[in-house]
DNA sequence: TCTATGCTTAGACTTATTCTAAATACAGAA
DNA sequence: TTCTGTATTTAGAATAAGTCTAAGCATAGA
């Protein structure tokens, strides 16, 4: 399936120029949830003129900003880019570092969907939300 | 309930000297989830001596490879500390930005064990583990 | 064609973290 | 005790990710 990164950006409220369509189709294009260098590292060359670091940074801050891809943190520190917006968790393989996407579903049958071939040595689980009420302790 | 820092950093195999002693005492004392510089901060002053930013880093190094701390991340790229090792999950208040520890249960009970004071906006898992069998796509 | 706005660029800057080299501390051997 | 090797700490240099700046470029619309 070719994607149309055109109408992709478009609707989102991108306008797509022509250093916004390479990353983005890069972006589209993976599964390797890569690192903004990685990014730049094989855009930079699929372009007649040259780009710029800061291009890739505003870029993938604007895809994120508008919806169209999404950032994940899987070692501490360490910022991926990943276009798969779809409702989904990671599973990061611990020899190789690669991180799988795998999709969502009651958490409580992710060991079950996961089948066989994954062995789970941990998992975290973060949540994004509102406290109400102001009696949380820190 | 006043901790044996002392023992506690013993037993993992590292050396209690004065610097690590009060950094741990303070990762122990809150709840915070501070990041390194916030643990720099509240500890220099301490001490009879002047602490370096590098003692910091190596001791929160040295504190999560023996397996005293963990780090945790929940905003793209900030680094926080955590020396509550039992089994939890993170509740990240998108208002305030604090984290908040929620103990570990099965998954699909956490909404029901977190109860009406915390409203979820998304939560997201990430599992380590290991591929068998070599045939999952990256 | 003119102009305003937005986009891109190179490089400077900032910030978090690691590295380096020298000084200190100190446990154990003698 | 003193000696001595190893670990620790320190200040500051170095690195790396990411942001900012200022100038040039592109282009949509008047
Ligand atoms: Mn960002
Ligand atoms: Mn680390
Ligand atoms: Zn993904
Ligand atoms: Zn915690």
């Known amino acids: 399936m070719k994607h149309n990164v055109e109408e992709l950006l478009s609707t989102h409220g991108v306008k797509p120029t022509p250093q916004r369509m390479v990353i983005a189709e890069?972006?589209?294009?993976?599964?390797?949830?890569?690192?903004?260098?990685?990014?730049?590292?094989?855009?930079?060359?699929?372009?007649?003129?040259?780009?710029?670091?800061?291009?890739?940074?505003?870029?993938?801050?604007?895809?994120?900003?508008?919806?169209?891809?999404?950032?994940?943190?899987?070692?501490?520190?360490?910022?991926?880019?990943?276009?798969?917006?779809?409702?989904?968790?990671?599973?990061?393989?611990?020899?190789t570092g690669n991180v799988i996407d795998i999709p969502a579903g009651t958490l409580n049958q992710i060991k079950l969907e996961l089948g066989d071939q994954y062995k789970i040595r941990s998992f975290h689980v973060t949540i994004f939300g509102e406290v109400v009420g102001g009696k949380a302790k820190e």
Do not use: C, W
């Open 26 to 95: 890069y972006l589209l294009s993976t599964h390797s949830h890569p690192t903004a260098d990685d990014v730049f590292q094989a855009v930079k060359g699929k372009l007649p003129v040259s780009l710029s670091r800061a291009t890739v940074y505003n870029t993938l801050n604007a895809l994120v900003a508008k919806g169209v891809i999404q950032e994940v943190t899987t070692e501490a520190g360490r910022v991926r880019y990943d276009a798969n917006m779809s409702d989904h968790h990671h599973f990061v393989d611990i020899e």
